[in-house]
């Protein structure tokens, strides 16, 4: 029916043998008219499964049952609406829309409220499961800053330390810096802990910058972090001084 209706539309023309999709996303009309209905048959708890894989999808299938039940992931698998996804992962399946579409009506259909509320309940679930995977707690930050809120400077840095020690070198730089953001203060109110905490996150993310082989930004922040160091004294300074 969707394929129908999107060709109808004039949303699906033919190149090479392949439908191709002509682009933008309508909000109201003949598509979104099919899928709506779809997704408002889903029982509450199975529309919440459906929501969590529109809004932060491909998302792993412990993942969903811990914000919803077996029991809602089970029925939601029996549509349409997702499928699994291929990963190298397989003792942790992951769930996406079956189509971009659906995903697309799935978030033109939540209120802000409802969004913001669903990432703080993804971050808050997964983020214990965050520190033996560098992937999913760079989504966890995310989330919260999605949501609003301001994450765990201790749980970041945490969080970063490990990326850093598995090698998970690419996560450990989002996660430094996202550690470096939320180290910065207005500068009349910094404290020598704020300097301390955003310079020992600039030496951190130069040395993942230089097993990337990114040198001028791995130069870049080893400078900043000296320069901070200027700023400090005693232990903390030859703590900076030592990375």
């Given at each position: 029916a969707l394929i129908d209706t999107l060709t109808t539309a004039g949303e699906l023309r033919e190149h090479r043998d392949l439908l191709v999709w002509q682009g933008g996303f309508p909000r109201h009309g003949s598509i979104v008219d099919v899928i709506r209905p779809e997704i408002d048959r889903l029982t509450p708890q199975t529309r919440l499964a459906f929501d969590?894989?529109?809004?932060?999808?491909?998302?792993?299938?412990?993942?969903?049952?811990?914000?919803?039940?077996?029991?809602?992931?089970?029925?939601?698998?029996?549509?349409?609406?997702?499928?699994?996804?291929?990963?190298a992962d397989r003792t942790r399946p992951a769930l996406r829309v079956a189509h971009p579409l659906y995903g697309e009506v799935a978030r033109t259909m939540m209120t802000a409220a409802a969004t913001r509320?669903?990432?703080?309940?993804?971050?808050?679930?997964?983020?214990?499961?965050?520190?033996?995977?560098?992937a999913l707690a760079v989504r966890v930050v995310r989330w919260s800053l999605e949501a609003g809120e301001i994450p765990d400077a201790a749980l970041v840095a945490g969080l970063a330390d490990a990326a850093t020690n598995a090698l998970d070198v690419e996560h450990a730089v989002d996660l430094e810096t996202a550690r470096i953001l939320l180290s910065s203060t207005?500068?009349?109110?910094?404290?020598?802990?704020?300097?301390s905490a955003r310079g020992r996150a600039y030496a951190a993310r130069a040395t993942a910058y230089r097993l990337l082989g990114r040198l001028d930004d791995a130069q870049a922040d080893a400078l900043a972090a000296r320069k901070i160091a200027d700023h400090l004294t005693g232990l903390e300074r030859a703590d900076l001084l030592s990375r």
């Open positions: 969590a894989v529109a809004l932060l999808g491909p998302l792993q299938r412990d993942l969903i049952t811990d914000l919803t039940s077996p029991d809602a992931l089970d029925q939601l698998e029996r549509t349409d609406l997702v499928e699994r996804e291929p990963a509320a669903l990432y703080a309940r993804a971050a808050a679930s997964a983020a214990p499961r965050a520190t033996h995977d560098p207005d500068s009349t109110a910094e404290t020598p802990t704020h300097l």
